[in-house]
T-cell receptor, first 117, second 117 residues
Framework: GAVVSQHPSRVICKSGTSVKIECRSL??????MFWYRQFPKQSLMLMAT?????????EQGVEKDKFLINHASLTLSTLTVTSAHPEDSSFYIC?????????????FGPGTRLTVL | AQKVTQAQTEISVVEKEDVTLDCVYE???????LFWYKQPPSGELVFLIR??????QNEISGRYSWNFQKSTSSFNFTITASQVVDSAVYFC??????????????FGSGTRLQVQP
Protein backbone atom coordinates (compact mmCIF):
# COMPACT_ATOMS: atom_id res chain seq x y z
CA GLY A 1 0.00 0.00 0.00
CA ALA A 2 0.89 3.68 -0.18
CA VAL A 3 3.32 5.04 2.39
CA VAL A 4 2.78 8.08 4.56
CA SER A 5 5.40 9.23 7.03
CA GLN A 6 5.15 11.52 10.01
CA HIS A 7 7.85 13.33 11.88
CA PRO A 8 8.53 13.44 14.75
CA SER A 9 7.02 10.26 16.14
CA ARG A 10 7.17 11.57 19.67
CA VAL A 11 7.68 15.02 21.13
CA ILE A 12 7.75 16.38 24.65
CA CYS A 13 7.66 20.13 25.08
CA LYS A 14 7.11 22.78 27.69
CA SER A 15 3.85 24.63 27.97
CA GLY A 16 3.79 27.73 25.78
CA THR A 17 6.07 26.43 23.05
CA SER A 18 5.05 25.64 19.48
CA VAL A 19 5.43 22.23 17.90
CA LYS A 20 5.51 21.42 14.18
CA ILE A 21 4.52 18.00 12.88
CA GLU A 22 5.26 16.98 9.30
CA CYS A 23 3.25 14.58 7.18
CA ARG A 24 4.65 13.29 3.89
CA SER A 25 3.26 11.01 1.23
CA LEU A 26 6.33 9.09 0.08
CA UNK A 27 5.25 7.34 -3.10
CA UNK A 28 2.28 9.30 -4.38
CA UNK A 29 1.07 12.86 -4.70
CA UNK A 30 -1.73 13.88 -2.39
CA UNK A 31 -3.77 16.99 -3.11
CA UNK A 32 -5.69 16.33 0.08
CA MET A 33 -4.34 15.39 3.48
CA PHE A 34 -6.18 15.10 6.77
CA TRP A 35 -5.23 15.70 10.37
CA TYR A 36 -6.80 13.69 13.17
CA ARG A 37 -6.49 13.71 16.91
CA GLN A 38 -6.87 10.66 19.11
CA PHE A 39 -7.13 10.71 22.89
CA PRO A 40 -6.22 7.54 24.81
CA LYS A 41 -8.63 4.70 24.16
CA GLN A 42 -10.81 6.88 21.99
CA SER A 43 -11.56 7.12 18.32
CA LEU A 44 -9.98 9.39 15.75
CA MET A 45 -11.52 12.81 15.46
CA LEU A 46 -11.01 14.77 12.25
CA MET A 47 -9.45 18.16 12.98
CA ALA A 48 -8.99 19.59 9.52
CA THR A 49 -8.66 18.87 5.85
CA UNK A 50 -5.50 20.16 4.24
CA UNK A 51 -5.65 21.10 0.57
CA UNK A 52 -2.54 21.74 -1.48
CA UNK A 53 -2.32 25.37 -2.50
CA UNK A 54 -5.33 26.57 -0.52
CA UNK A 55 -6.47 27.14 3.03
CA UNK A 56 -7.27 24.22 5.25
CA UNK A 57 -10.85 23.42 6.20
CA UNK A 58 -11.28 23.06 9.94
CA GLU A 59 -13.89 21.03 11.75
CA GLN A 60 -16.25 22.68 14.17
CA GLY A 61 -14.61 23.41 17.49
CA VAL A 62 -11.02 23.30 16.18
CA GLU A 63 -9.21 26.59 16.58
CA LYS A 64 -7.57 27.72 13.35
CA ASP A 65 -5.09 29.96 15.13
CA LYS A 66 -4.14 27.20 17.53
CA PHE A 67 -3.59 24.49 14.95
CA LEU A 68 -1.90 25.98 11.91
CA ILE A 69 -1.91 23.83 8.79
CA ASN A 70 0.22 24.37 5.72
CA HIS A 71 0.07 22.18 2.62
CA ALA A 72 2.98 23.57 0.68
CA SER A 73 3.43 20.78 -1.83
CA LEU A 74 1.71 17.66 -3.13
CA THR A 75 3.70 15.51 -0.74
CA LEU A 76 3.93 17.58 2.43
CA SER A 77 1.49 18.97 4.96
CA THR A 78 2.48 20.42 8.32
CA LEU A 79 0.52 20.93 11.52
CA THR A 80 1.84 23.46 14.00
CA VAL A 81 0.41 23.43 17.51
CA THR A 82 0.97 26.97 18.69
CA SER A 83 1.49 27.88 22.33
CA ALA A 84 0.89 24.28 23.37
CA HIS A 85 -0.71 23.51 26.71
CA PRO A 86 -1.08 20.23 28.62
CA GLU A 87 -4.62 19.77 27.27
CA ASP A 88 -3.11 19.62 23.76
CA SER A 89 -1.30 16.43 24.70
CA SER A 90 -2.62 13.77 22.36
CA PHE A 91 -1.82 11.43 19.50
CA TYR A 92 -1.92 13.31 16.21
CA ILE A 93 -2.33 11.29 13.03
CA CYS A 94 -2.24 12.49 9.46
CA UNK A 95 -3.54 10.76 6.39
CA UNK A 96 -3.26 11.31 2.67
CA UNK A 97 -6.01 10.58 0.21
CA UNK A 98 -4.88 8.24 -2.51
CA UNK A 99 -5.65 10.02 -5.76
CA UNK A 100 -6.98 7.18 -7.90
CA UNK A 101 -10.58 6.91 -9.04
CA UNK A 102 -12.35 8.84 -6.32
CA UNK A 103 -12.27 5.89 -3.98
CA UNK A 104 -11.75 8.04 -0.92
CA UNK A 105 -9.08 5.71 0.40
CA UNK A 106 -6.86 7.35 2.97
CA UNK A 107 -3.47 6.04 4.03
CA PHE A 108 -2.34 6.99 7.48
CA GLY A 109 0.96 8.06 8.93
CA PRO A 110 2.34 6.36 12.05
CA GLY A 111 1.22 9.20 14.29
CA THR A 112 2.94 11.72 16.56
CA ARG A 113 2.55 11.50 20.30
CA LEU A 114 2.66 14.98 21.79
CA THR A 115 3.18 15.50 25.50
CA VAL A 116 3.04 19.03 26.83
CA LEU A 117 4.47 19.48 30.31
CA ALA B 1 -25.78 13.36 10.03
CA GLN B 2 -23.14 10.71 9.64
CA LYS B 3 -22.62 8.11 12.30
CA VAL B 4 -20.72 4.89 12.67
CA THR B 5 -21.51 2.59 15.58
CA GLN B 6 -19.27 -0.16 16.84
CA ALA B 7 -21.23 -1.48 19.78
CA GLN B 8 -18.56 -3.91 20.95
CA THR B 9 -16.03 -1.98 23.00
CA GLU B 10 -13.80 -4.93 23.76
CA ILE B 11 -13.73 -8.59 22.75
CA SER B 12 -11.50 -11.29 24.15
CA VAL B 13 -11.10 -14.65 22.42
CA VAL B 14 -8.76 -17.58 22.60
CA GLU B 15 -6.46 -18.27 19.70
CA LYS B 16 -8.06 -20.16 16.80
CA GLU B 17 -11.53 -18.96 17.65
CA ASP B 18 -13.53 -17.07 15.02
CA VAL B 19 -14.60 -13.54 15.91
CA THR B 20 -16.96 -11.05 14.28
CA LEU B 21 -16.69 -7.32 14.77
CA ASP B 22 -19.90 -5.41 14.16
CA CYS B 23 -20.32 -2.07 12.42
CA VAL B 24 -23.55 -0.21 11.77
CA TYR B 25 -23.68 3.10 9.96
CA GLU B 26 -26.05 5.92 9.10
CA UNK B 27 -25.77 8.19 6.10
CA UNK B 28 -27.88 10.37 3.84
CA UNK B 29 -25.63 9.77 0.84
CA UNK B 30 -26.55 7.25 -1.83
CA UNK B 31 -22.88 6.93 -2.78
CA UNK B 32 -20.45 6.26 0.03
CA UNK B 33 -17.53 4.08 1.02
CA LEU B 34 -16.98 1.91 4.04
CA PHE B 35 -13.60 0.99 5.46
CA TRP B 36 -12.00 -1.13 8.10
CA TYR B 37 -8.69 -0.13 9.66
CA LYS B 38 -6.52 -1.97 12.18
CA GLN B 39 -4.60 -0.07 14.86
CA PRO B 40 -2.01 -2.26 16.61
CA PRO B 41 -0.36 -1.10 19.86
CA SER B 42 2.24 0.80 17.84
CA GLY B 43 -0.53 3.23 16.87
CA GLU B 44 -0.27 3.17 13.10
CA LEU B 45 -3.54 2.66 11.26
CA VAL B 46 -3.44 -0.14 8.74
CA PHE B 47 -5.90 -0.12 5.85
CA LEU B 48 -7.76 -3.43 5.56
CA ILE B 49 -10.60 -2.96 3.11
CA ARG B 50 -12.73 -0.49 1.20
CA UNK B 51 -16.26 -1.22 0.00
CA UNK B 52 -18.42 1.11 -2.07
CA UNK B 53 -22.13 1.41 -1.49
CA UNK B 54 -23.04 -0.22 -4.80
CA UNK B 55 -21.07 -3.38 -4.22
CA UNK B 56 -22.73 -5.73 -1.76
CA GLN B 57 -20.62 -8.74 -2.58
CA ASN B 58 -18.97 -10.24 0.43
CA GLU B 59 -15.20 -10.34 0.35
CA ILE B 60 -12.70 -12.79 1.71
CA SER B 61 -9.00 -12.18 2.09
CA GLY B 62 -7.19 -15.00 3.78
CA ARG B 63 -8.56 -15.26 7.33
CA TYR B 64 -10.47 -12.02 6.96
CA SER B 65 -13.96 -11.68 5.55
CA TRP B 66 -16.45 -8.85 5.34
CA ASN B 67 -20.23 -8.93 5.15
CA PHE B 68 -21.87 -5.79 3.75
CA GLN B 69 -25.64 -5.68 4.20
CA LYS B 70 -27.09 -2.46 2.82
CA SER B 71 -30.58 -3.38 4.01
CA THR B 72 -29.44 -3.29 7.63
CA SER B 73 -26.68 -0.68 7.12
CA SER B 74 -24.10 -3.04 8.48
CA PHE B 75 -20.55 -3.86 7.46
CA ASN B 76 -19.30 -6.63 9.72
CA PHE B 77 -15.78 -8.02 9.83
CA THR B 78 -14.94 -11.63 10.67
CA ILE B 79 -11.55 -13.03 11.55
CA THR B 80 -11.36 -16.80 11.18
CA ALA B 81 -8.97 -18.83 13.32
CA SER B 82 -7.77 -15.78 15.21
CA GLN B 83 -4.12 -15.37 16.13
CA VAL B 84 -2.35 -13.40 18.83
CA VAL B 85 -1.05 -10.99 16.16
CA ASP B 86 -4.65 -10.02 15.44
CA SER B 87 -4.80 -8.26 18.80
CA ALA B 88 -5.46 -4.61 18.03
CA VAL B 89 -8.14 -1.98 17.92
CA TYR B 90 -10.26 -2.21 14.80
CA PHE B 91 -12.04 0.82 13.42
CA CYS B 92 -14.90 0.92 10.98
CA UNK B 93 -15.15 4.16 8.99
CA UNK B 94 -17.55 5.80 6.59
CA UNK B 95 -16.61 8.20 3.82
CA UNK B 96 -19.38 10.46 2.68
CA UNK B 97 -20.14 14.03 1.74
CA UNK B 98 -20.05 16.34 4.74
CA UNK B 99 -22.20 19.45 5.23
CA UNK B 100 -19.42 21.56 3.72
CA UNK B 101 -19.62 19.58 0.48
CA UNK B 102 -16.29 17.86 0.93
CA UNK B 103 -15.76 14.18 1.53
CA UNK B 104 -14.23 12.93 4.76
CA UNK B 105 -14.02 9.88 6.99
CA UNK B 106 -16.09 9.39 10.11
CA PHE B 107 -14.74 6.71 12.42
CA GLY B 108 -16.55 4.43 14.80
CA SER B 109 -15.39 4.24 18.39
CA GLY B 110 -13.35 1.13 17.71
CA THR B 111 -13.40 -2.44 19.02
CA ARG B 112 -10.43 -3.65 21.02
CA LEU B 113 -9.73 -7.29 20.19
CA GLN B 114 -7.57 -9.35 22.49
CA VAL B 115 -6.55 -12.79 21.32
CA GLN B 116 -5.23 -14.94 24.14
CA PRO B 117 -2.73 -17.70 23.39
Amino acid sequence: GAVVSQHPSRVICKSGTSVKIECRSLDFQATTMFWYRQFPKQSLMLMATSNEGSKATYEQGVEKDKFLINHASLTLSTLTVTSAHPEDSSFYICSARFPSGGTDTQYFGPGTRLTVL
Amino acid sequence: AQKVTQAQTEISVVEKEDVTLDCVYETRDTTYYLFWYKQPPSGELVFLIRRNSFDEQNEISGRYSWNFQKSTSSFNFTITASQVVDSAVYFCALSETMDTGRRALTFGSGTRLQVQP
